[in-house]
């Protein structure tokens, strides 16, 4: 598969979520930024923690069919209130990340009501906010291999909340 114009190993393992998203997903797209010179020594180590403590998330549960790369641009809005959602890079993932993704920059529109339609239909695990920056350190990763240092600061937020919410008790500057 492909996210944007980049490959996606959308290869199924067993065990653990987490670790296939941290192989999958986080690792190549970190690779493909530091290659870049998008992201430098502290923020590659940040990113690093976060893919050697992935474990420590929770939150595993069997694989879901899901967009993959719903960011706000990718959900347009209809006249009528309708959401169309283009360009998906479609697998097999946590339906988290695309709730996550939705929260990114700026927000989707109604994301409030997504979030209770979705708690309403198929009620999330406990600590999915804690893991919000988890799933967004994808996507933000992706952006720095394909467009630059410009996402280096959003990507160094996501992985220092990430880790701040797994109770990391100190997250240097």
Not at 14 to 31: I, K, Q, V, Y
Not at 63 to 76: E, F, Q, S, T, Y
Not at 97 to 126: C, K, T, V
């Amino acid at each position: 598969g492909f996210i944007g114009a980049l490959p996606a190993d959308n290869t199924p393992q067993d065990g653990p979520w987490g670790r296939w998203f941290a192989e999958r997903r986080l690792l190549p797209h970190l690779r493909r930024s530091v290659d870049r010179n998008a992201l430098a020594g502290p923020e590659t180590a940040l990113v690093e923690e976060v893919i050697d403590r992935i474990d420590e998330f929770g939150g595993d549960e069997p694989p879901a069919r899901i967009h993959g790369d719903l960011w706000p641009g990718n959900v347009l809005w209809g006249a009528d209130g309708r959401a169309w959602l283009v360009d998906p890079a479609a697998h097999g993932g946590h339906r988290e990340s695309d709730l996550a993704q939705l929260a990114l920059f700026g927000g989707a529109p109604h994301l409030d009501r997504i979030l209770a339609a979705y708690e309403e239909n198929w009620p999330l695990a406990d600590g999915w906010r804690q893991r919000v920056p988890v799933h967004q350190l994808h996507l933000l990763l992706v952006h720095t291999a394909l467009f630059g240092e410009a996402y280096r600061d959003a990507v160094t937020r996501a992985a220092r909340a990430a880790l701040t919410g797994i109770g990391r008790a100190t997250v240097d500057g």
